[in-house]
């Protein structure tokens, strides 16, 4: 069974990945524009207005990237791009530009320009470069934040890796034999269920992160750590890596025991949104936090390593301050559904037993005839 990461309970909380629709809509008003043009006016100027048009958007284009290949010829070719004509026109130029230069040379050399067609080529890269400088054409929030998505450059991004490979990927494989030998040094019965065998790693929106999670709710006791575990990272001789075990109480005040904590990562978002060097807003926090959470939640189900020894828990800020109890209900409502969840499945593996029973499933019988008549030899019968 694979760990159950639902957000159900946040639908509009953690942002999905942006699709495709601006350029579905882009293209198809294109196409309604060109069927009116195409209805309304005659076929040969249509012709004529659509290579000026493109014209005008490719010289556009092409001036826009001579500007920025000036800029970082003159000042940045050799810490940038170590004097690689190569990589500074990839830069500056998208590979799809060679395509237009070609429909470009195809057009200028078989078809003829007026004057009057020049002079409106001009003037609209004129407008382009007007409206440029002035900087209408720069990237909005949205087409940042899409280009940073899709390239992985969040800070989210960086954080949610470095928290996998560096903390879970090492310890996570480790711990069903850590909980193991805590039962065979204490000898006690918690954590009996083994769908529980998880550590539970707190996601708040706001980053607020205490040193004691019993400072946060009362019903949320320590209750003993997991045996230490060594490793040498990075030089350093075993590094100590350790899981806290929590003693958490339900309204009927019945205890339940698990392993909790926080994720340490977004400590550093909350420490950038206070440091203004960063410049670092609290709305650009909440952004990352949740992208962070997508993004950690994206690699943990890829990871063959992690599978079923986690549980991600998303906490919502607006819940946190209504109810002194909230995240012990919501660390409590997970373990709930780890349970149920692990019963369904052994429930649905029963019933497919009994529905297709095999022969190995029952206790073999010995058949003895004492019939005459058997085709079996007289030898064997007798």
Known sequence: MSCHLSDSDNPNIVPKPRGNSPKVIATTLAILFILYIYIYQEEHDVIHMLKNSFFISFSSYMLKGICNFVEER?????PRYGKNCCKLLKACFFEKTVFCIFVAVFI?????????????????????????????FGPTEVEISQICE???KNVAHGLAWSFYIGYLKKVLPRLENLIEAYHAEKDNSILRYKDTWKVHILIPLDCHI??????EDANIHFFDNLPDTQLNVAGVMKRSYKHSVYEIFDESKRPHFCIVEYATPLVSLYEMSRDSQAAFSSQDRLEQTKLFYRTLKD?????????????????????????????????????????TEEYSVEEEGQQLQHNFPTELSHVPKLMISNDNNSDLPRSLIA
């Not at 002079?119 to 890269?125: A, H, M, N, P, S």
């Not at 004129?126 to 900087?135: K, N, Q, S, T």
């Not at 205490?210 to 400072?215: G, H, L, N, T």
């Not at 991600?312 to 349970?339: A, F, M, T």
């Open 108 to 136: 200028v050399l078989f078809t003829s320009f007026k004057l009057q067609d020049i002079v409106q080529i001009i003037l609209g890269c004129c407008c382009f470069l007007i409206f440029y400088v002035a900087g209408f």
């Open 299 to 339: 690699i943990l189900e890829d990871s063959k390593e992690c599978r079923n020894l986690y549980r991600l828990v998303l906490l919502n800020d607006n819940k946190r301050g209504e109810d002194p109890h909230y995240l012990s209900k919501e660390i409590i409502k997970h373990l709930d559904q780890q349970i």
């Open 150 to 152: 899709m390239n992985k």
């Open 74 to 78: 003159w000042h940045h070719f050799q």
């Open 210 to 215: 205490p040193d004691e999670i019993s400072k």
